[in-house]
């Protein structure tokens, strides 16, 4: 009878946790181990799913996911790329049953044991900077400057600062933000600048964007305005230096820059793509206006309307952006780069693999989480001693980056990015349940 009930508290206390610790490490590790510890995440909710109680959120979200699986019956050769689909749709419900079973205590300590590792990123990062080669003796990318960090020939180490780091840079900096101090408001300066810093010098430029506005987005949940302010213009205004003395970094920038109204000259592209866009366009000199569209995300982009217009009901299926790319025709510079396997935008891509009505059911989920978010924003003085609106928080924060309707994104449905996203979208999710749940039961009890 005693096994039992250690077993019971062992099963309530721990495993949700170690979960938790899990998946938040496996960005680390590869798409393998990633899409095992999903497949953890879902047998733990099957096992534990007697004591679910599904609520109008999770009906949504679960009519979203059959809709996915019907739909791809009209494009029945995507079938099971839209049924591996709905394991981020129970990874959701998973994490919602993980999240009220686990302790202050150990979410704590979930910050601390994740810091430890974001530090070791963040090291690794500037000594590959510094080096030429991480702490492991992986060279840097010969990839204009592009940074890998522990990760060899993966891009991602600015991405997982960002969208996972986030989290716990949120916590110390907000802790040592909110004490009257000059020694802990140097600490919040230096992690500011540190975090921005070290996504900006890994040369992933929109995550970069993302995140300056996370850092702007912040001003919702510091009492400190006025210090906020000031260290983010310093954080700034270092990154900017940093910028104006890197070469790799400057032209990255400048050509970024440049995307949004290129020229036809060698400096944007190349030599045949210009001869090929004069001869079919019958142009015979440069002095033409272009615009975003004639670059590879444009492109992109254009390819994914022509797309949309072939299916706009229910979609192409998940996954087929890369099937039919090539055969779509677009009028555009960079019209032979069309092809990817996504069209690196959210809206699009959903808007062509899933059509509109599917796309509407994810637009009316997200717009209601929205709106329970920003009830709880507005009465944040009753939640924010409470260690889960610091989750509530940052997730928050990084679903509006991720989320941000013209920023080019990785692909939804793959498993590195689409869980990034939905590891931030199902933090979101749960939080406001559970400080919704836990403070109306306060209430109740007053």
């Known amino acids: 009878m005693q096994f039992i009930k250690s077993l019971d508290f062992y099963q309530k206390n721990r495993i949700p946790s170690l979960l938790l610790l899990l998946f938040f490490l496996s960005f680390g590790f590869g798409s393998s181990i990633i899409n095992s510890t999903l497949l953890i995440f879902i047998l733990y909710f099957f096992i534990n799913i007697k004591s679910v109680k599904f609520n109008y959120l999770d009906k949504i979200l679960i009519f979203f996911g059959i809709y996915i699986l019907l739909s791809s019956l009209l494009n029945f050769n995507y079938f099971l790329n839209s049924f591996l689909f709905l394991k981020f749709i129970l990874f959701t419900l998973s ?155 400057y032209q990255r920038y400048e050509k970024f820059i440049s995307l949004l109204k290129p020229q036809l000259d060698e400096k944007s592209f190349h030599e045949d793509e210009i001869e090929v866009f004069k001869n079919e366009n019958n142009i015979k000199h440069s002095d033409i206006e272009l615009s975003f569209l004639d670059t590879t995300w444009g492109a992109h982009y254009l390819t994914a309307f022509e797309l949309i217009k072939k299916k706009p009901v229910f979609g192409n299926g998940i996954k087929s952006f890369r099937d039919l790319c090539g055969k779509q025709k677009i009028k555009s510079v960079r019209k032979q780069m069309r092809c990817s396997t996504h069209p690196h935008n959210i809206h699009l891509e959903l808007l062509s693999e899933i059509g509109l009505i599917g796309y509407s059911i994810f637009i009316i989920l997200t717009f209601i989480i929205m709106y329970e978010a ?31 309707p013209i920023k080019s994104t990785g692909r939804f449905s793959s498993t590195f990015f689409g869980s990034i996203y939905w590891i931030n979208f199902s933090i979101l999710y749960s939080s406001i349940y559970f400080l919704k749940k836990k403070y109306s039961l306060n209430l109740e009890k007053k």
């Open 95 to 249: 994490m919602k049953l993980i999240l009220s079973r686990i302790s202050e205590d150990q979410l704590k300590n979930l910050i601390k044991i994740c810091s430890l590792f974001l530090i070791f990123l963040v090291f690794d990062v500037f000594y590959q900077k510094l080096f030429g080669v991480d702490i492991f003796g992986y060279e840097m990318p010969n990839l204009g400057g592009r940074l890998s960090g522990p990760f060899q020939d993966k891009l991602i180490p600015g991405t997982l600062i960002l969208y996972l780091g986030f989290y716990f840079f949120l916590y110390f900096y907000l802790k040592f933000l909110s004490d009257n101090n000059f020694i802990k408001h140097f600490i919040s300066l230096t992690l500011l600048s540190l975090f921005t810093c070290s996504i900006l010098i890994t040369g992933e430029r929109m995550n970069f964007v993302s995140s300056l506005l996370s850092i702007f987005l912040i001003f919702m949940f510091v009492n400190e305005k006025k210090f906020h302010f000031l260290y983010s213009t310093i954080a700034l205004l270092i990154c900017f230096f940093i910028i104006i003395n890197d070469k790799n970094l």
């Open 374 to 404: 920003i009830k709880i924003i507005i009465n944040k003085k009753r939640y924010s001693k409470d260690i889960i609106f610091l989750f509530f928080s940052a997730s928050f924060i990084l679903c509006i980056t991720l989320l941000f």
